[in-house]
């Protein structure tokens, strides 16, 4: 299985809810990535676990929350966010968080829209 | 700081016909990757091919290949035989260092003309 989904593919939310975006792979992979794309945009990297520890957050705001309960899962938390945060959320993982291991797969995301 | 640059934000090419994509890098790293990862619209990114800085034999999948010039620090994609299929924004990506954060260039968007 060389497969990384995420669900829900699609998401509508109001400033005011909480949702959560749900990330799974069974490779094996210990490190694993959140990444936010605007259209016609690289992908900018919001989230980095290893080993299932938060190694790198890029001052992302505190309404995106992320967590990872276990080897194969990664969640972000979403609450209050602003109609800016709009966008194609991508989840991807790595065999580990070191050099040699830096292909990343990634999944299909899920297109958030805030209104 | 490591930099990536795609300099050509469009390209077309003829079904079956040959293109190059250019990107060109920065990295004060000895030790790093590069990548080509294509995008097709609405679908998953993927991995199209990975070339380490300290091998110097270009990388080739298939119908794809780069020329790395690493002096140059120059990473192109050259796509032959284009298909139908290939149409995607292509992106450039690089990775090495303390952080080894994968760190894309803006894109280029190739267009696959019948």
């Known amino acids: 299985d060389t497969e990384v989904t995420q669900t829900p593919k699609h998401l509508v939310m109001g400033m005011t809810n909480k949702k959560s975006l749900k990330c799974e792979q069974h490779?094996?992979?210990?490190?694993m990535y959140w990444y936010k794309q605007k259209a016609k945009k690289p992908p900018e990297l919001m989230f980095v676990y290893s080993y299932e520890k938060l190694s790198i957050n890029e001052s992302v705001p505190s309404r995106f929350s992320p967590e990872c309960p276990n080897s194969s899962l990664l969640n972000l938390h979403l609450h209050a966010l602003q109609p800016e945060d709009s966008a194609l959320y991508l989840c991807a993982s790595s065999q580990a968080w070191a050099i040699q291991y830096n292909e990343q797969f990634f999944g299909p995301g899920t297109r958030l829209t805030v209104l | 700081a490591q930099t990536v640059t795609q300099s050509q934000p469009e390209m077309s090419v003829q079904e079956a016909e040959t293109v190059t994509l250019s990107c060109t890098y920065d990295?004060?790293?000895?030790?790093?990757?590069l990548f080509w990862y294509k995008q097709p619209p609405s679908r998953q990114m993927i991995l199209v091919i990975r070339q380490e800085a300290y091998k110097q034999q270009n990388a080739t999948e298939n119908r794809f290949s780069v020329n790395f010039q690493k002096a140059a620090k120059s990473f192109s994609l050259k796509i032959s035989d284009s298909q139908l299929g290939d149409a995607a924004m292509y992106f450039c990506a690089n990775s090495g260092g303390a952080t080894n954060k994968l760190i894309f260039g803006t894109g280029t968007l190739l267009a696959v003309q019948p």
């Open positions: 990295t004060s790293e000895s030790d790093y990757y």
């Open positions: 490779m094996g992979h210990r490190a």
